[in-house]
């Protein structure tokens, strides 16, 4: 009777820790709709409708290009090497979204 008990609470434990890590993630990624903005407002963001995985990924990059700049510790070296990585990252990106406008 222990061993059961002990098996099922166990496996709500862990269905309960599985819900709650599947329900961050979607929402991190269907966050809430933006408020209606008035016609002919510039948007904040440029929205992309083609390749936005590549498009996110390209600003998450720029942004962790931007700190790493702004960064006064050199870490060795591996600043500089990043830095120099997240760059051709973002020229790697930005040649892939070429080449899929052209199909």
Do not use: C, W
Request: proline share 6%; charged share 20%; net charge positive.
């Amino acid at each position: 009777m222990k061993s059961k008990l002990h098996i099922l609470m166990t496996t709500l434990a862990l269905v309960a820790t599985l819900s709650y890590a599947v329900t961050k993630l979607h929402g991190q990624n269907n966050p809430a709709p933006a408020a209606p903005q008035a016609p002919g407002a510039p948007s904040a963001k440029p929205k992309f409708t083609k390749n936005v995985a590549v498009h996110k990924t390209i600003a998450a990059l720029e942004e962790a290009k931007h700190e790493l700049e702004n960064e006064t510790q050199d870490y060795g070296g591996h600043r500089k090497l990043a830095l120099e990585q997240i760059t051709k990252a973002i020229a790697e990106l930005r040649l892939g979204l070429q080449f899929a406008d052209k199909k």
